[in-house]
């Protein structure tokens, strides 16, 4: 079965701008993690949905933000950019909310580059 | 808050064995796992141990616990250049859905 997609795959944007993200989890999964990776800070957790529902929150500001939709798949905002937020986003899906870790599979990433 | 460390960098000769080093400092950690990631790719989860085990063998990959001392190893043996790549030790305890990451070792397979 197809795995977890990321659109877009590369994304340039300018400080002060806003993006959105997307991920499609893989079929029947109901859960959506995203993360972001950078060289300095490493892999951080971002939030989780669950059946629409914000399940989970890591430390971030309010500029970035998500929402499911019913089909699952997950947007990730990130308003008033800054140079800083430039990483590789990563979105992981599963069945469950906080199943085993091999119940989770990561997408590619959309590689995002603030200017 | 909880912690994960790992060194940067690891390079071995390929046919030798990799091994790649972790420490946390959550104690009530129930989850210890092991992620690959290559480049231009995302993770992808190679194995994973309960907190209540020592050990666990997968084909090439061994990995140890140490719960005394907090420190988890990945061993790979006879290591190829396909293993190259960027490995992620992550933790989680019972209690929370939110896996702590370490920074992530670059092993390097040199012919």
């Known amino acids: 079965k197809a795995g977890v997609t990321q659109t877009p795959r590369y994304l340039i944007k300018t400080r002060g701008q806003q993006v959105t993200l997307s991920c499609s989890p893989i079929?029947?999964?109901?859960?959506v993690s995203w993360y972001q990776q950078t060289p300095g800070q490493g892999l951080q957790f971002l939030f989780e949905?669950?059946?629409?529902?914000?399940?989970n929150k890591g430390n971030f500001p309010g500029r970035f933000s998500g929402r499911q939709f019913s089909n699952s798949r997950s947007e990730m905002n990130v308003s008033t950019l800054e140079l800083g937020d430039s990483a590789l986003y990563l979105c992981?899906?599963?069945?469950?909310?906080?199943?085993?870790?091999?119940?989770?599979?990561f997408g590619p990433g959309t590689r995002l580059t603030v200017l | 808050g909880e912690d994960v460390e790992q060194s940067l960098f690891l390079s071995v000769r390929e046919g030798d064995s990799s091994v790649i080093n972790c420490t946390y400092t959550?104690?009530?950690?129930?989850?210890l796992y092991w992620y690959k990631q290559e480049p231009g790719a995302g993770l992808q989860l190679l194995t994973y141990?309960?907190?209540?085990?020592d050990m666990k063998q997968d084909q090439r990959l061994t990995v140890l616990l140490n719960k005394k001392d907090k420190h988890l190893s990945l061993r790979i043996a006879d290591t190829q250049t396909g293993d190259s790549a960027i490995y992620f030790c992550?933790?989680?305890?019972?209690?929370?859905?939110?896996?702590?990451f370490g920074r992530g070792t670059s092993l390097i397979v040199h012919p």
């Open positions: 959550d104690s009530s950690s129930t989850y």
């Open positions: 079929s029947g999964h109901r859960s």
């Open positions: 141990i309960f907190s209540n085990m």
């Open positions: 992981a899906s599963s069945k469950t909310s906080g199943g085993a870790p091999n119940e989770q599979f």
């Open positions: 992550a933790e989680r305890s019972g209690g929370s859905y939110i896996p702590t």
């Open positions: 949905y669950f059946s629409e529902t914000q399940r």
